[in-house]
């Protein structure tokens, strides 16, 4: 009887996170700054840049289906990006 109140709380916390797409998001105001070699990867979601992001000598990925965005009201320049979408 617990088991089947425990499954029901994990199922619960569980599917919201299955479902939702990654969004890596810069309000104004927000500096970002990728330093070094890091790799900043964005899987099926978006980025928006609302601030500033300094892409130093990162590396971006987009990665996921074809449902990729790039938005905001400040330019966004990428030292290296690569598009790893599937089609």
């Known amino acids: 009887m617990y ?5 029901v709380f994990l199922s619960f916390f569980a599917m919201p996170i299955l479902l939702l797409a990654q969004t890596v ?3 104004a105001g927000i500096q970002l700054v990728a330093k070094g070699t890091i790799a900043l990867v964005v ?3 978006e980025l928006m840049n609302n601030g ?3 892409p130093d000598s990162s590396t971006v990925f987009f990665d996921g289906p074809a449902n990729i ?3 905001g009201t400040q330019p966004t320049n990428f030292l290296i990006l690569h598009s790893r979408v599937q089609v």
């Open 43 to 45: 899987n099926n979601g």
């Open 52 to 54: 500033i992001y300094i």
């Open 69 to 71: 965005s790039l938005s």
């Open 3 to 7: 088991i089947k109140y425990i499954l």
């Open 25 to 27: 998001n810069m309000d």
